[in-house]
């Protein structure tokens, strides 16, 4: 059994910071690519920031890129995302994804994040 749970959501004035965090449980993690989406009301899910396996490779949507930071700590099963400079269109449910080979992929429950002007 699968298992990734999202923490570190929360309500945040523009122009402050938050770190998500993503517990997996019940597969070799370092086996997997690790990567945040964001669902903003009304939008569809988009891609946020991926890291590959050993942390050496990462990926960030152009709206994000310079202010969130992803990264993995394999030995405790873990990927953080630092969000830092953040503006209210960055308010949406943030999930976190697991993926290997291209085609098992896991996904959280997600983690709201509020930004407030």
């Known amino acids: 059994q699968v298992q990734l749970v999202e923490s570190g959501g929360g309500l945040v004035q523009a122009g402050g910071s938050l770190r998500l965090s993503c517990a997996a449980s019940?597969?070799?993690?370092?086996?997997?690519?690790m990567g945040w989406f964001r669902r903003a009301p009304g939008k569809e899910r988009e891609f946020v920031a991926t890291i590959g396996w050993n942390g050496g490779a990462t990926y960030y949507a152009d709206s994000v890129k310079g202010r969130y930071t992803i990264s993995r700590d394999n030995a405790k099963n873990m990927v953080y995302l630092q969000m830092n400079n953040l503006k209210p269109e960055d308010t949406a449910v943030y999930y976190c994804?697991?993926?290997?080979?291209?085609?098992?992929?896991?996904w959280g429950q997600g983690t709201q994040v509020t930004v407030s002007s």
């Open positions: 994804k697991a993926s290997f080979r291209s085609s098992w992929n896991y």
């Open positions: 019940g597969l070799t993690f370092s086996n997997y690519c």
